[in-house]
């Protein structure tokens, strides 16, 4: 996992060469985000983000320090220091006592300054610190207003990301996930909502009072399909994020759903039930031209596209029970992806293509989240919360978000690819349901 | 499989029985669910729709809700009667027109419940055409699992939920 950082790697290979099986249950409170790192093997490396300076006139919004410990905690590769602990506050580099922060067996330290400048704008100095080999790694300097400083604090938290495991970070990308909010009798509120990789700043993208579902991400991050209910029956959308457009794709008779964007953006994998019963379809964008995929009276649903678009990854019952299917579109070979439990849908394959994440359901008769290793086959089950579905993996493969009930409530919740840390995501008004991360952004 | 086509021998012919006696129906003291009770959009649901022959009361009464059993799309066997006079109604009535909606219990995934909501829609309207109604007067649409009659994490609220709710519409 890691790609750098010799310390980190002496500490693994400690830790599996005694075979320390650490199992904690550790919840973290962090303003209504409470993290669980359950059962694991590795020790996630210590780091700590100390508080950055601020000689200001004003009081700032945000605390960017906080931000950034709490993005790098959610990723469970690295065991976060409370500020409680810190036994000094050093914001410069001369202020750095590695003897200090070693006792507290801390491995990677953050330091920063926020400095006023001119026109309301804020320079934001940080640094990242190796403190075994006293080393500095990194030392930047951004600058931005009080109203992009959480943009600034996931900068941070993706640059300490890259330089501490070699993979790029996903902390400045965004997610879109469905509210719904009975009020009166009978009624109800139905928004797109557009946040942060961590739920922060929701805004509505789009309202109204019938259904919305399936959103979905083109890769180039300008632009969502989902399916709306809004004309009476259900129908696919694009909306143009930017302007707000909204474009109504052609529909047909019967379904219309599950749009999946193709990875170079022309193309969009649909259902439709127009020829009998559900099959999935290409939708060309610039020619809208249709080609049929599946040819089979059962129900093949939920497409998703393959990093390369060689292939469709699918749901389909064709078997008696949903099993995840994948076609291969130049040669229209067709091969079952899923055989343990008895129930697999809603497939959604990582950057690298390597691993599926599906809603799956085995013989506790639970829905949950797993992943299929594609090039092992082996299925772990990472989920032990209930009805779970909607499974998105963020861009670099690090965390699932998915959709479970907390309650009689709809919420967020996310786990590592390796099932090691869990979280629910901060609770909003209404029912949430059907996350979807973006592509990286700009 | 072959068990539903004995069904639908048997309710072939309990309707050609039905139709051939030619009785308005007095005796639906089953009310059932109607279905001013879900909590969709009504799209222009007309009770007064003005179709000539018989008046909209002859299935004012009907049961307007039909239930299914979990991962089944076959009616369930106590809807069968209000489903015959419904098709009958359709029958005797070219004008009107129904348009049936399906839906599923939340378990499972959404599309894929999309799916199912319209195999139950269909297999309500298969019904229905076997009894005498015409194909160009039902319309058929899935909400899946998005427009719950109720909220619950039990086989309560999912069995009530597994349904296809029968709408007369006006064109």
């Known amino acids: 996992m890691f790609d750098k950082g010799k310390n980190v790697k002496s500490v693994f290979h400690l830790l599996v060469a005694s075979c320390v099986l650490l199992l904690s249950s550790l919840t973290y409170a962090e303003s209504d985000l409470a993290i669980e790192i359950t059962q694991g093997i590795d020790e996630p490396t210590p780091v700590a983000v100390v508080p950055f300076s601020w000689n200001g006139s004003f009081a700032l919004k945000e605390d960017i320090a906080k931000i950034v410990s709490a993005d790098l905690g959610r990723t469970g590769l690295f065991k976060m220091m409370n500020r409680e602990n810190m036994l000094s506050f050093p914001t410069q580099q001369d202020q750095v006592y590695y003897r200090d922060w070693r006792v507290s067996k801390t491995e990677f330290l953050v330091i920063g300054r926020q400095i006023p400048a001119e026109g309301k704008q804020i320079k934001v100095e940080f640094e990242l610190y190796d403190v075994l080999k006293e080393k500095r790694l990194l030392a930047e300097r951004v600058s931005g207003t009080q109203d992009n400083m959480r943009d600034i604090a996931h900068y941070i938290s993706d640059m300490i990301y890259q330089k501490l495991t070699g993979i790029r970070g996903a902390f400045s990308t965004r997610i879109v996930y469905v509210t719904a909010q009975q009020f009166g009798e009978g009624k109800v509120n139905y928004r797109l909502k557009m946040a942060d990789s961590d739920g922060a700043r929701p805004i509505t993208i789009r309202q109204q009072s019938e259904p919305l579902m399936s959103p979905a991400w083109a890769r180039d991050g300008s632009k969502l399909a989902y399916v709306s209910f809004e004309s009476g029956k259900p129908a696919i959308y694009i909306q143009y994020l930017a302007t707000g457009k909204r474009e109504k794709i052609q529909s047909f008779r019967g379904l219309n759903g599950a749009p999946a964007w193709s990875p170079d953006g022309n193309k969009l994998a649909i259902v439709l039930s127009k020829d009998g019963n559900p099959e999935v379809y290409i939708l060309d964008l610039r020619s809208r031209s249709l080609a049929r995929i599946t040819h089979h009276y059962g129900i093949d649903t939920e497409p998703s596209w393959s990093p390369d678009g060689q292939s469709l990854i699918f749901t389909s019952d064709r078997g008696g029970q949903p099993q995840i299917y994948r076609i291969h579109l130049p040669t229209r070979q067709l091969e079952r992806v899923t055989y343990e439990g008895n129930y697999n849908s809603r497939g959604r394959l990582t950057q690298d293509g390597r691993f599926l994440a599906m809603v799956h359901r085995g013989i506790d008769n639970v829905f949950h989240i797993a992943v299929q290793d594609l090039k092992t086959g082996r299925l772990d089950v990472l989920t032990d919360t209930y009805l779970d579905e909607s499974p998105t993996i963020a861009p670099n493969g690090s965390i699932i978000l998915y959709a479970t009930q907390k309650g009689v409530k709809g919420v967020l919740g996310g786990v590592t690819l390796d099932g090691s840390v869990r979280f629910i995501l901060p609770a909003v008004s209404g029912d949430v349901r059907e996350p979807a991360w973006s592509p990286y952004l700009q | ?171």
Request: net charge neutral.
């Open chain 2, 1 to 171: 499989m072959r068990a539903s086509n004995v069904t639908k021998a048997v309710a072939l012919a309990l309707s050609v029985a039905w139709v051939a006696g030619c009785s308005t129906s007095g005796s639906s003291s089953n009310t059932g669910e109607t279905a001013g009770s879900n909590n969709g959009s009504t799209q222009g649901v007309n009770q007064g729709s003005g179709v000539s022959g018989s008046s909209m009361s002859d299935v004012a009464n009907l049961q307007t809700v039909f239930y299914f059993d979990f991962d089944k799309s076959v009616v369930k066997a106590n809807g069968f009667s209000d489903l015959e006079k419904h098709a009958a109604f359709l029958a005797a009535n070219p004008a009107a027109q129904v348009v049936l909606e399906g839906h599923a219990d939340e378990r499972g995934t959404r599309e894929y419940n999309m799916a199912l909501g319209e195999r139950r829609a269909k297999a309500v309207s298969r019904f229905l055409q076997v009894n005498g109604a015409s194909a160009s007067q039902i319309e058929t649409v899935s909400f899946g699992e998005e427009k719950p009659q109720i909220l619950g994490h039990s086989e309560s609220s999912w069995s009530q939920n597994r349904r296809v709710e029968l709408k007369y519409v006006s064109r």
